[in-house]
C-alpha cells in the first residue's frame, strides 16, 4: 500500500516539474528570477493537481493499479525524461532571458540567478500544496458529515458545491471585496481630487481655467496634467517655422458628474465654448484606465498640424487598465459610447466646408473603448475621417474582426486588408504608409508584436495562439514553445509586465511610432517626409513626458 501510495504522488509531481521546466522558455515579455520563480511555483502546482485529479478518476473508474517492479519502471519511464528536459530548461534559461534582451535592445542578465529561481518555486509550490491540503481537509469533514443524511456520492457532490461555494464567498465577500476597495482608495487619493487639488489655471483658455464649465477639483491628476501641459503656439511654431495656433486640450473628470452622459455633455459644451469646432483637427480621445492620456501620441499630431487642433477627452475610472479592464468592464464602454455619439451628432450637423475634420483616438483600454463605441454603421450617412487606436486589448470585438478579416498571406502580428483602403497596421518596425492610396476613412491600428496585452489569446490553455505558429517577429525570441496551461499563465504573466518593456516593445508605445501613423490618418498640409523626419527626431530627443502607460 505504502509502495502505491508513494507512486500515485511521483507521476503528479514529475508533471508539476513538466510543467516548472516549460515555464523557464520564453515567451513575449523577459522575466527576471523573482517572477520566474514565483511563475514557477505556480504552474508546479497545477501541474501537481491535474497529476491528482487523473489519479483520482483513475480511481473512481475502478482500475488497477500499478505496483511493484511496474510501479517503479513506470517511475522511471516518465521521472527521467522530465529530469533531463528540467536540466537542459535550467541550463538554457539565462540564454532564453537574454534572447528577448538583446531583441529589444535591454541589458543582457550575466546571471539568471538559477538557485534563486528554484528555491523560490518550491516556496510557492509547498505553499500552495499547504493551501490545496487544507482545502481537501474542508472538503473531508463536510462530506462526511453529509453520510448522515444523504447516500456517498450524492455527499461527495454536496461537499464539493459546498467547499467551492465557500471558497468563493470568502474570497469575493472577504479578500477581493477588501483589495478592490483598498484598490480604489489608494488611485482615487492618487487623483488629487477637490480639497486636495493644486491651485487652477488663471488662462481663461484652459479647461478647468476661469469662466470652464468643467470643475478644476474634479479632473483629477491625469486631467490636470493634460490640459496645463504639451506644446503651446510658441513651441510649435519654432518647430516649423510657421505661424501656430495653441491647441486645444477639453478634458472632463469622471467626479465631474454621476453619469457618462452627463460628463459627455459637459465635455461637448466645453468644447464649443472654447472653440473647438472652429479648428482644422478635432480628435476625440479616450484615455486608459487611470485617466492618463499619452502625450507622446496627443504633442506630435498638435505639431503637424500648427496647434489648429482641439482634442477632447472624458475620464471612467481610476484604476490600472488591467484592473478596470476586469472590474469595470462597461464603465470606458458607456463613456465611450456617450462622448463619440454627442461629440459626433453636433458635428454631422455642421456645415461640412467648415467644420473640423475629426478623428478618433484611443490607447489600450482606450483604443477598446474608443473602438466600440465608434459604431460605423451609425456613422455610414456621416463617416468620421479615421482613426488612429494604439494597443488594442484582445478582448475588442472591433479588433478580432479586422484581424480575422486579413489576406490570407499576411501575418497574425501585421495583417494586411485588401489594398489598405480602409485598414492599416502599423509597429515599431512597420509603417503606416503614409497619406496616399486611401478612401473616404482612414484607420490605422498601431501595435507591437510583442505586447502580450494585445495578443494574449484566452484559447492558449490548451491550444497555441495562432501568431505562435507564424514565423516570430524582430522582437519575438524563436524559442517560444507551446505548452497547455504554462503558455496561458506566462502569457498572463506577460501581461502583468507589458510595460516594463522599452519604449517600442511590449505595451510601451512612444512618440516616435505614433508620427507615421498620424500623418497616414490625419494628412497634415504641407507637410514633407523631411518634417516626419524632424518630428521623429524630435520624438527621441525627449520632448513628451515619458510614455509610461498608466
Not at 138 to 143: A, E, G, P, S, T
Not at 308 to 326: E, F, G, H, K, M
Amino acid at each position: 500500500m505504502k509502495k502505491i501510495r508513494r507512486h500515485v504522488y511521483v507521476l503528479p509531481l514529475a508533471l508539476g516539474l513538466l510543467f516548472f521546466a516549460a515555464s523557464l522558455t520564453p515567451t513575449l515579455i523577459p522575466r527576471d528570477w523573482v517572477v520566474q520563480g514565483g511563475l514557477g511555483g505556480l504552474v508546479t502546482a497545477l501541474g501537481y493537481m491535474i497529476g491528482r485529479g487523473m489519479i483520482s478518476i483513475w480511481r473512481l473508474m475502478e482500475l488497477r493499479e500499478p505496483s511493484g517492479r511496474t510501479a517503479t519502471a513506470l517511475r522511471l519511464v516518465v521521472g527521467v525524461p522530465v529530469a533531463l528536459i528540467l536540466g537542459v530548461n535550467l541550463f538554457r534559461t539565462n540564454d532564453w532571458q537574454n534572447g528577448i534582451r538583446e531583441r529589444m535592445g535591454m541589458p543582457l542578465l550575466e546571471n539568471a540567478h538559477t538557485l534563486k529561481t528554484v528555491l523560490l518555486a518550491a516556496v510557492v509550490f509547498v505553499l500552495l500544496v499547504l493551501v490545496g491540503i487544507a482545502l481537501q481537509w474542508l472538503f473531508d469533514r463536510v462530506r462526511v458529515r453529509l453520510y448522515r443524511y444523504m447516500p456517498a456520492r450524492a455527499a461527495n457532490v454536496a461537499g464539493f458545491v459546498l467547499t467551492a461555494l465557500f471558497l468563493l464567498v470568502a474570497t469575493r465577500d472577504g479578500v477581493l471585496d477588501r483589495v478592490i476597495t483598498a484598490l480604489d482608495t489608494s488611485f482615487t487619493k492618487a487623483q488629487e481630487l477637490f480639497d486636495t487639488a493644486p491651485p487652477a489655471p488663471e488662462l481663461a483658455g484652459v479647461t478647468g481655467g476661469p469662466g470652464s464649465l468643467v470643475d478644476w477639483g474634479a479632473l483629477g491628476q491625469p486631467g490636470r496634467n493634460y490640459v496645463t501641459s504639451g506644446p503651446d503656439a510658441a513651441d510649435i511654431a519654432a518647430f516649423t517655422g510657421r505661424d501656430a495656433k495653441r491647441p486645444i486640450r477639453i478634458y472632463v473628470g469622471l467626479a465631474q458628474a454621476d453619469t457618462p452622459e452627463e460628463r459627455a455633455k459637459v465635455a461637448l459644451e466645453e468644447l464649443k465654448r472654447q472653440g473647438g469646432f472652429e479648428r482644422e483637427v478635432l480628435i476625440v480621445a479616450l484615455p486608459t484606465g487611470t485617466g492618463w492620456l499619452d502625450p507622446g501620441a496627443v504633442d506630435p499630431v498638435e505639431y503637424m498640424h500648427g496647434g489648429d487642433i482641439a482634442t477632447v477627452a472624458v475620464q471612467y475610472s481610476y484604476l490600472q487598465s488591467p484592473l478596470a479592464l476586469i472590474l469595470e468592464t462597461r464603465a470606458g464602454l458607456d463613456q465611450a459610447e456617450a462622448l463619440i455619439g454627442a461629440v459626433h451628432r453636433y458635428w454631422r450637423d455642421l456645415p461640412k466646408d467648415t467644420r473640423p475634420r475629426l478623428y478618433i483616438h484611443g490607447l489600450s483600454l482606450g483604443a477598446w473603448s474608443s473602438m466600440h463605441g465608434t459604431d460605423l454603421f451609425a456613422l455610414l450617412d456621416d463617416p468620421i475621417n479615421g482613426a488612429l487606436w494604439a494597443g488594442p486589448p484582445f478582448p475588442s470585438a472591433t479588433w478580432q474582426g479586422v484581424v480575422e478579416s486579413r489576406n490570407p498571406d499576411s501575418p497574425f502580428v501585421a495583417p494586411v486588408l485588401g489594398d489598405g483602403r480602409l485598414v492599416r497596421f502599423a509597429s515599431h518596425t512597420q509603417s503606416a504608409g503614409g497619406p496616399e492610396g486611401w478612401g473616404n476613412m482612414r484607420l490605422v491600428y498601431l501595435q507591437y508584436a510583442s505586447d502580450p496585452i494585445v495578443f494574449y489569446e484566452p484559447a492558449s490553455l490548451f491550444r497555441a495562439p495562432s501568431w505562435m505558429n507564424e514565423a516570430p517577429a524582430p522582437d519575438v525570441s524563436p524559442d517560444m514553445r507551446f505548452m497547455p496551461v504554462v503558455t496561458q499563465f506566462q502569457l498572463a504573466v506577460d501581461m502583468a509586465l507589458s510595460t516594463a518593456a522599452p519604449a517600442g516593445h511590449g505595451h510601451s508605445y512612444y512618440g516616435a511610432d505614433y508620427v507615421g501613423p498620424w500623418v497616414a490618418v490625419t494628412e497634415p498640409r504641407n507637410w514633407s517626409d523631411a518634417d516626419t523626419a524632424r518630428l521623429i527626431a524630435h520624438c527621441d530627443s525627449g520632448f513628451q513626458i515619458g510614455c509610461d502607460h498608466r
